[in-house]
């Protein structure tokens, strides 16, 4: 009975060790995964921001783009999100248009400033390889491969008329397609006088459709349409000025009036933009590196 006894109090100490043990460790691994975790929020974040530091240089490359890239990224993924499409989807998209001129980096200048009509054959023959060189700039990149295909695609016609490979309806990335449609979108937008440019952009947009553009996603475009609009065509409001103040002077909720570049030239944060502490902090910073001749331009009230 003692034996047993004690063999009893052996167990509820091996047991009791033994609880110890698990719980030491399951904090353990906790602690690991919360670190894995951050980890990868910081390589997430840093991924984003070169892409943004990418499609900034494009800009910087094509100076008559403006703020281009962003707003075709921002109509894509207000497209997309109306048709309920997966975020893996909606996350390959936002590169894609993002990066979807990054082959125009090999054009030359004088090409750049040609509108396609004004281009001989030759010239377009050139143009028309940008998007096969957008893919392959990004293609050794193993997360960035399926944003590529994308691009590569977003000139295609839905009658297959397009370009580089002449695919058409369904076989047509629909990441494709939904850049296409709001790349031409925001370039017919931005060439329309304000009052009228919802109604004649939709017109646009309805004429090419089952051409240029695959008629389904018509039903997900009007709302973005409005705020892409309200964007670029946005006008200053009788109760608000204009004035241009020094980096340090900008604060929280003050809507950026124009573009805003570096020194050099490169887009730090397109017209529409509300400010927050971060990107006036990224403001802050950029106007250290590169300095611009001129300052914040923002709208306040009067």
Request: proline share 3%; glycine share 6%; aromatic share 6%.
């Amino acid at each position: 009975q003692k034996i047993v006894s004690k063999q009893n109090d052996e167990l509820k100490r091996w047991n009791s060790q033994l609880e110890y043990f698990v719980q030491e460790q399951t904090i353990e691994i906790q602690n690991n995964s919360k670190e894995l975790e951050k980890l990868n929020e910081g390589l997430k974040k840093n991924f984003k921001n070169s892409i943004l530091a990418f499609s900034g240089l494009i800009e910087l490359r094509d100076r008559k783009t403006g703020s281009h890239s962003k707003y075709v990224a921002d109509l894509s993924v207000k497209i997309a999100r109306s048709m309920d499409l997966p975020d893996s989807e909606i996350e390959k998209i936002t590169i894609a248009a993002l990066l979807h001129d990054i082959g125009k980096i090999g054009i030359p200048d004088a090409l750049l400033l040609k509108e396609w009509g004004e281009m001989d054959k030759e010239a377009q023959h050139e143009y028309m390889q940008h998007s096969v060189r957008g893919q392959a700039a990004i293609d050794s990149v193993e997360n960035m491969r399926e944003a590529g295909i994308i691009i590569r695609h977003h000139h295609e016609w839905y009658n297959g008329m397009g370009f580089p490979d002449k695919l058409s309806e369904d076989k047509i990335p629909i990441g494709s397609r939904i850049i296409a449609l709001a790349d031409f979108i925001e370039r017919s937008v931005r060439n329309l006088n304000a009052e009228t440019a919802i109604d004649t952009a939709m017109t646009m947009v309805k004429n090419e459709l089952g051409r240029k553009f695959d008629h389904k996603l018509f039903k997900h475009v009007e709302m973005p349409v409005k705020e892409l609009c309200a964007k670029i065509m946005q006008k200053t409001k009788p109760s608000m000025v204009e004035v241009e103040l020094n980096v340090r002077d900008v604060k929280e909720n003050m809507v950026i009036s124009r573009d805003v570049k570096s020194g050099t030239g490169l887009l730090l944060l397109p017209r529409g933009t509300i400010l927050n502490m971060k990107n006036i902090q990224s403001l802050k910073r950029y106007y250290d590196l590169d300095p611009s001749r001129s300052g914040i331009f923002v709208l306040v009230k009067k």
